[in-house]
């Protein structure tokens, strides 16, 4: 992995000074029944731990955040804050500025991470395991809350890191790689068993996980971007690959100065900006919709445009045009109307989605629907004893699925494991 700030250009979070962070958490009204808690999908009581912030309990500031979100160090980066707590702060009016909540949460999870300081316990033994399929933000949340409940946890995943997305996906300038690591060693320190390059249905039989395991939690996310299916697609780029080449080396050979990428979402926004900072000069965003549609978050799109990214609305991508091996341009079709043009371009980047993981899904023998998998409102799956969160379960629509809302459902599915397994099991304690 790159080191963290290795990586051209300067992180987008500005750190506060102690000072600030004085003056911004005395700000706070301590709201009775907070909105802002409210906002949160993991419900942080938000009040509480800015007021640990103001008495110098910076450590018991970051229990209160992780007690309610394990992934809150990653969240304090990537949340949509002004849709949420932030949106919803009482001081979110004309006259005034909400309580910058992202900036006090990424300070207090800086503080125990920086100190290494082992934030909860595992529970006492249940003697119960549970097999975790998936090793990202929601796979994280769930492990971490069933081993203070105290049953066995065994983490299968694909890959050789844990974290998915947020240690591959999510551009170094917005969450370094150290972050999802921290956050993922925490929940192996609680001791979780992890088995990496496992792949459910391919190196790990199904049968198995549901033979040998009191339950299965299926949080396997999603897989790489579809194909765009035209001429030239074997020139085109998977965003998803290019992010985490750049993510992990700091660079991205044959890039060129002329970069096109094909779609709007949060995954769109990363390969613009990152094509920006590793020196392509024109870098412009085609969408086949217009700005309203955008799936983007709105922090991410004005982000884009401070570095100088160009977009292009109602334009759909009909061919690939190469020359010598190379690209040298891309022709698209004008869905607002009639007629094209050809873009010069040195590489396209497509970044319309991610296909679902039909393979784990199948082997595991629950219902879906094109890969989205089937759950009741306790997360159950169609299957006795298996259990589903995160991507997996989100049905994509005009917005994108958030880290936050994943760390709620991995929440969500171990309490409904721990319940289906024991209901006097008692819950571990955060060390004081």
């Known amino acids: 992995m790159t080191p963290a700030g290795s990586f051209p250009g300067k992180p987008i979070h500005k750190e506060l000074s102690k000072l600030e962070v004085s003056i911004e958490a005395n700000r706070c009204l301590y709201c009775y029944d907070a909105p802002c808690t409210r906002a949160c999908p993991t419900h942080i009581d938000i009040p509480r731990f800015i007021a640990q912030i103001a008495d110098a309990n ?10 309610a979100n394990p992934l809150g160090a990653s969240c304090a980066r990537v949340c949509p804050v002004d849709e949420l707590c932030e949106g919803a702060c009482v001081y979110n009016t ?14 207090s999870t800086y503080v125990v991470r920086e100190a290494g300081t082992r934030v909860f316990e595992a ?14 933000p929601a796979g994280l ?3 971490r809350d069933l081993r203070r409940y105290g049953h066995a946890v065994t983490i299968f995943e694909a890959r050789e890191q844990l974290g998915g997305l947020n240690t591959f996906g999510i551009v170094p300038f917005r969450l370094s790689t150290d ?11 609680l001791g979780c068993e992890v088995r990496t390059g496992a792949r459910v249905g391919d190196d790990v039989s199904a049968a198995s996980l549901v033979a040998e395991y009191d339950a299965v939690i299926l949080a396997c996310g999603m897989g790489e971007v579809p194909q765009l299916r035209i001429p030239g697609q074997e020139h085109v780029w998977d965003a998803l690959a290019f992010i985490e080449r750049a993510k992990t080396t700091g660079e991205a050979p044959g890039l060129g100065n002329r970069v096109a990428v094909i779609g709007a979402g949060n995954t769109a926004i990363d390969a613009l900006t990152c094509a920006k900072r590793l020196g392509a000069e024109n870098v412009t965003m085609y969408y ?12 991410e799109y004005d982000f884009a445009k401070e570095e100088g990214i160009e977009f292009r609305f109602h334009c759909a991508p009909k061919r690939v045009i190469a020359e010598g091996g190379g690209v040298v341009g891309l022709e698209l079709a004008r869905t607002d109307g009639e007629g094209s043009f050809v873009a010069p371009c040195d590489t396209v980047i497509s970044a319309i989605g991610q296909n679902r993981l ?12 094109n890969g989205v998998v089937r759950v009741d409102e306790s997360l159950r799956t169609t299957r006795e004893g298996v259990f589903a969160a995160g991507d997996c379960i989100f049905a994509k629509g005009v917005r994108e699925a958030m880290v936050v809302e994943a760390a709620e459902q991995g ?4 309490r409904s494991v721990h319940e289906l397994l024991s209901h006097e099991v008692p819950h571990g304690r955060s060390r004081q």
């Open 179 to 189: 972050v999802a690591l921290w956050e993922a060693q925490q929940v192996i320190e």
């Open 58 to 67: 910076v450590k018991g500031s970051a229990r209160t955040i992780l007690d």
């Open 94 to 107: 004309e006259s005034d500025t909400p309580i910058r909540i992202g900036d006090l949460q990424r300070y």
């Open 411 to 414: 929440k969500t599915a171990a």
């Open 288 to 299: 086949r919709r217009g700005e309203a549609e955008m799936p983007a978050y709105e922090f």
């Open 123 to 136: 529970g006492a033994p249940t003697g119960k395991r549970v097999a975790v399929v998936g090793g990202g």
């Open 358 to 369: 039909l393979d784990a899904i199948d082997a595991l023998g629950v219902a879906h629907d």
């Open 141 to 143: 949340a769930a492990a």
